[in-house]
């Protein structure tokens, strides 16, 4: 009887031992199996970057034997990443991002009379107008310079921002140290004074007995009224060709630009715009039956930028209107700044500009119909260039008093 009884809970135990195992064996590869999916689930919406990233982290943490600095590195991958996307696109930390606002909020118009331009494939700011009068002017600085110091400290250390925000936030009559890299290669040192500064940025005047010449600096909200009246002005002083200075121009209110396009165009398209890699929205801006019938010309250089360039492709795609100089700087989208958790700040190219005939200038420029470079001693000191000299300028008008007048009814 006892010896049953022992058979029996033996038999029993191996039975229950058995059931265990399976139960563990089964549960480990279930476990197993659930993990890896939810594994799979939370990674399979990840970018490669992201996955990258991850791995790298994961690594660095387990095997890494010396002191880290999360900041820092940080900082570096969002550098890297902008770099990844085009020239114009940056990350800026907390310290730049304040240097922007700043400057942002800066209504003093105290400055040493710049614009500028950030391109992370140069050494510096890019200064692509200097204005007439301006400390800058009075230092020697012209057009195509770059700057490269900003008081003994490198523009790459600082950051755009941080730099642009040393050289025009201060006090008035305060001194700002610039290193230069001038239009020849050679370098050059300057010490240029704030000032409130004011730009014009339209003016016309009137070249010999039918000629009139219309510069533009920058596109403002309202500039279009602005240009309006200066064209008329010209016209009821006897003009009936009309050059369009653009060099040097850094862009500015697309707005504005769309309606003194509207102005001198007759119907159609002018230009489109898309929008974001999601949307993709893209935007056609027309002009209406209502135009300007003079013959036209356009002057262009490196310095003329972003919507600029659009105005001078704009007028070009018309078959009476001729591009004169050296091509443009090939800046054909603008960018949006992005707000990040950590006090920082992504500043992205969100939006690119086409022509009507859907040729994108990005990265090459808009090529002028007839090309006419500047000496270098010229471009040295272009902000006392007389007109006699200008040969951009003298080429356009012979070419416009080859052109016959029209109507001015």
Known sequence: MHQKIRQFM????????????????TYTETDKFWKNKITDMLFSGKTDVENSLSEVTEIVNDNYVGEKDSEKASENVMNGYMASLDKFSMYMNEEQYNSYLALQNNANNVGIGVNALYDSTLDGIFVVNVHRGSPAELSGMVPGDIITH???????????????????LGDENEQVHLTIKR?????????????????????????????????????APGDEEVFKATMEDLIVGGCEKFVIDVRNNSGGNFEAISRILD?????????????????????????????????????VNKGTVGGAEIFAAALNE?????????????????????????????????????TKDGKSFDSIGVVPDTTVELPIELKMSYTTLTKNQDTPLQEAITYLKSQQALSKG
């Open 263 to 299: 102005f001198l165009l007759e119907e159609g398209e002018l230009f489109s715009v898309t929008e974001g890699s999601k949307s993709n929205a893209k935007n056609t801006v027309l002009s209406d039956t209502n135009s300007v019938p003079y013959p036209l010309a356009v002057l």
């Open 183 to 219: 239009n020849d290669g050679s370098i050059g040192q300057c010490s240029v004074s704030r000032k409130k500064v004011e730009q014009e940025k339209i003016s016309g005047e009137k070249l010999g007995s039918s000629i009139g010449l219309i510069n533009i600096s920058g596109f």
């Open 318 to 354: 018309s078959d009476r209107v001729k591009l004169f100089g050296t091509n443009t700087y090939g800046k054909a989208t603008t960018q949006e700044i992005f707000p990040l958790s950590s006090g920082g700040a992504l500043c992205i190219s969100t939006k690119v500009y086409t």
């Open 10 to 25: 033996l038999s029993l135990f191996v039975i229950m031992a058995a059931c265990l195992l399976v139960f563990q064996i």
């Open 150 to 168: 900003v008081d003994g400290v490198s523009v790459k250390q600082l950051g755009y921002y941080s730099s642009m925000a040393k050289i025009a």
